[in-house]
């Protein structure tokens, strides 16, 4: 079902301030795709998700569920949460300590007074698909927090409903059971064909599990787009900078061609893509991410956008070296190869691929 | 959603204002007034000859010298205690859970009349061993008097001050005091520079409290105080109303004022100092082990001092009433003593029609009662934990402000209430005024309750479409069903043994059992008491068990996280 959100505010009033949690949000979340809003603690994505769901109601605006108006400012509508027929995994589970695993994943259908044989076979489909067979009478407060989840995510997929929202569901789980729940929602999600919304601010977990990102910043969506686009043609520095780490150094456009776009700044000449739009003289940001400095020990080869800097720092993290290099008085944040055998206050020349060269304005 | 929530708030306010309000109101109006015939009409007589009164600097004097005393007993007696379970390795830690809840089971009257029993300087037991079998022949300890009153006073006060001091105790952060060690402190060094100036706040609010307690108390001075002719201010109240040829209301409130101000500032000090507290002591989220001193040498002999302390507080006041209750006089056990034993005060008391009816009124008090208190207490706690308005935070103080009622100063504030209403003189007078009056103690229970109850279990209750009846019935009620029991048992075993209150609203027809046990012990009749004081033990020891019961039934809800 597609979700289409239109000039959605929310403001809060405290201390005599006004507080936009969501200031105008316009946004179409298209049906069977997973769709993840990401931003900054405080960005209101949880609020725009909580209205999505029904348990806050907007300002202004107007929401749009599979074509129905369930909230509305002009028209007066307002359709309750338990009668929007979504599926929802909170942050902190929320599995009722007072039911066992049966009974907390058949909750949705005994509220639809489903009959008793059809509400035992979806609830053993729903513990099944999240491979917690044979855990019907296991009392909720026995279960470790991955188990937790997967009932979670069981009770909200058991009602079929066609929508499912995820409000940071993998926070409250350890370092390596977040990466491998993370796999298998993903897995989960795909076999499904179903629209799911997924809130959170870790990166990482926007970029693995989503179809579309929309990045999210002191309530407004700031741009949306796949995980690649996001990654590597942001419009915007806070989404460059906050959807992976970069280097932004303040440039001005010195020439304009039709297959490249060059900029002036501190590391000298830089040689860009084409970025349509922009004019000779025009202010940019040159935003280079770090995997994308490569560093030719040696002799300079005979190409573009090749500079020289001396390394000032150098630290093992394992999969890689991670260090900075100093270039006039700009400092880089590089990575490299582990194996590499390069040292603090050697001289390096680095490239950087026009392709991997972007150009931000706002 | 909202539209009722708007509602309840201010409809609790109502209920609750009038609860706590109206006897305060009254109180004031009343110290205000002539009599309780001529209500309205404003004069300071009354004031004038309270506070004129000759009598009153003694009474004052004793008043501080008994309260300050017993909270030092009580506080110093908790700390010891508190340290010893949570931070030693003292043998036998179940008798320090069977302290805290001791107060439950053995109504503060019959705990006062016990050590009557033992101490009193003509025929108590401990004064009769002393001179007939060891032959002092002067010898008597005198529990009449000042350090008699203080430390009966002090053992009761005991298991509230430990029951605050206790968790403060446990969920120290024990990094404060290792790094103490790393720094070089000795084990005493650390205890005295770091341990107790962290838990300062902890302290005061035990120390405190114990202050608002014994300020209160009616049953130790009644029953200690009285016979010696030492008079405090809850007794002073009390005379005033209760002897000579005309109860004087109006001098009684005008007393009253100067305690409830009294209190209410030391209640109110009570509550800056608890939210200080958390500010104060850290309660670290990983799983931690405080570190377990070992006791060594003194290990026994410290165990020794618990083991007495649990003897004086649970066995000794039971089997001493138990004793009298059928032997015919003061006598020191012996042969003939046993010879002479016989159900005839039992027999006594259960052909009493006014104790039978004074057993009446106090279930029905209990049951009725802690029913309708735990009811509004259920929408109380509510409001406060889950609607978070100003109005709610009204409704918090309001409530919160019956925790400093001493009870003989509340009863005469309705009093005057409730002579001009057609409840005077029924059961339903009592039991406002208890509910008025124990409310936190329903709201406590109920609140925590409502705050395990995370917003997301309702909202994910919500969005699997259950309505808000249904979620109500299905996920909020189960989850809150042990703090509704807990309350509920705690107001009903309150209730029960209620004293302070009742010896002033109570009347003819509307005994309760402890007023009866009060006038036993007026006139003497300590073998019919100690009958009776059986039984109320044997109710209220039935309650606290089946809240054990019931507690443990529900016990994997409340190790949820």
Known sequence: MEIRLSKISKFYHSGGQTIKALDNVNLTIPANRIFTLLGPSGCGKTTLLRCIVGLESPDEGEIEIGGEIVWSKTQNIFVPTEKRGLGMVFQTYAIWPHMNVFNNVAYPLQTRKTPRNIIRSQVKKALHFVQLEGFEDRPATKLSGGQQQRVALARALVAEPKVILFDEPLSNLDAKLREETRKELRTFLTELQITAIYVTHDRIEALALSDLVAVMNKGRIIETGTPRDIYFHAAHRFVADFIGRTNLIEATVISQTEDATTVECALGTVRCHRHPGLKTGDPVTLCLRPEFIRLQGGNAADTLNVFSGQIESLVFIGEAFEGEISINDTRLFIKTEPDSNLKVGDLVHFTVDPDYCLLVTA | ?561
């Open chain 2, 1 to 561: 959603m909202t539209g009722k929530r708007s509602v309840l708030t201010p409809s609790l306010i109502a209920v609750v204002g009038f609860l706590t309000v109206c006897p305060v109101a009254m109180l004031i109006f009343g110290s205000f007034s002539t009599g309780l015939g001529a209500f309205g009409t404003f004069t300071l007589e009354k004031y004038i000859q309270a506070y004129t009164d000759p009598e009153l600097t003694g009474i004052i004097a004793n008043t501080i010298i008994f309260v300050i005393g017993s909270s030092i007993v009580a506080t110093s007696l908790a700390l010891l205690l508190a340290y010893l379970n949570t931070r030693t390795d003292i043998p036998f830690k179940f008798l320090f859970r069977i302290i805290s809840i001791i107060p439950m089971m053995i109504p503060h009257i019959l705990f006062s009349v016990s050590w009557v029993l033992l101490l009193n300087p003509s025929n108590g037991l401990i004064n009769l061993f002393l001179r007939q079998v060891l032959g002092f022949e002067n010898a008597a300890v005198n529990i009449y008097s000042l350090p008699g009153m203080i430390l009966v006073e002090g053992l009761l006060d005991l298991p509230i001050a430990y029951l605050i001091l206790a968790p403060a105790m446990a969920s120290f952060d024990v990094s404060l005091e290792e790094s103490s060690r790393v720094c070089g402190g000795t084990t005493t060094g650390t205890l005295l520079h770091v341990t107790l100036p962290v838990l300062r706040p902890a302290i005061l609010a035990a120390f405190i409290l114990s202050l608002v307690r014994s300020l209160a108390s009616f049953a130790v001075p009644s029953i200690i105080g009285m016979p010696g002719r030492i008079y405090v201010l809850a007794t002073h109240i009390y005379q005033s109303i209760a002897t000579g040829f005309a109860a004087d209301f109006g001098k009684a409130a005008a007393i009253g004022m100067s305690v409830l101000a009294t209190s209410i500032t030391l209640i109110y000090l009570y509550r800056y100092l608890t939210s200080e507290g958390e500010k104060y002591v850290t309660i670290s989220s990983r799983g931690f082990h405080p570190t377990i001193i070992k006791l060594r040498r003194s290990k026994y002999p410290l165990f020794g001092i618990v083991s007495i302390l649990s003897l004086v507080l649970i066995v000794l006041p039971v089997l001493v009433l138990f004793y009298t209750s059928l032997v015919p006089y003061s006598m020191i056990p012996s042969a003939r003593a046993f010879s002479m034993m016989s159900w005839k005060h039992w027999l006594e008391v259960v052909n009493d029609p006014i104790s039978l009816l004074s057993l009446k009124n106090s279930l029905f008090l209990g049951v009725v009662g802690a029913t309708l208190g735990v009811t509004l207490s259920v929408f109380v706690a509510y409001a406060i934990v889950k609607i978070r308005s100003h109005a709610s935070g009204l409704l918090e103080t309001l409530s919160f402000l019956s925790f400093s009622f001493p009870g003989i100063v509340i009863g005469v504030g309705f009093m005057w209430f409730f002579v001009r209403t057609p409840l005077y003189a029924t059961i339903w007078a009592l039991l406002i005024g208890y509910i008025a009056t124990y409310l936190p103690y329903g709201v406590r229970p109920l609140a925590s309750a409502f705050v395990q109850v995370h917003s997301h279990l309702e909202e994910s209750s919500r969005v699997c479409g259950a309505g808000p009846f249904t979620t109500m019935r299905r996920i909020v009620i189960p989850l809150l069903i042990p703090g509704i029991v807990s309350g509920w048992i705690l107001m009903a075993s309150m209730f029960v043994r209620e004293l302070s209150l009742s010896v002033v609203l109570s009347r003819p027809g509307t005994e309760v059992l402890a007023v009866q046990i009060f006038h036993f012990a007026e006139d003497g009749l300590w073998g019919q008491l100690s009958a009776l004081g059986i039984i109320m033990i044997l109710i209220s020891t039935s309650l606290v068990v089946m809240a054990t019961l019931v507690g443990m039934k529900f016990k994997p809800v409340e190790e949820r996280k």
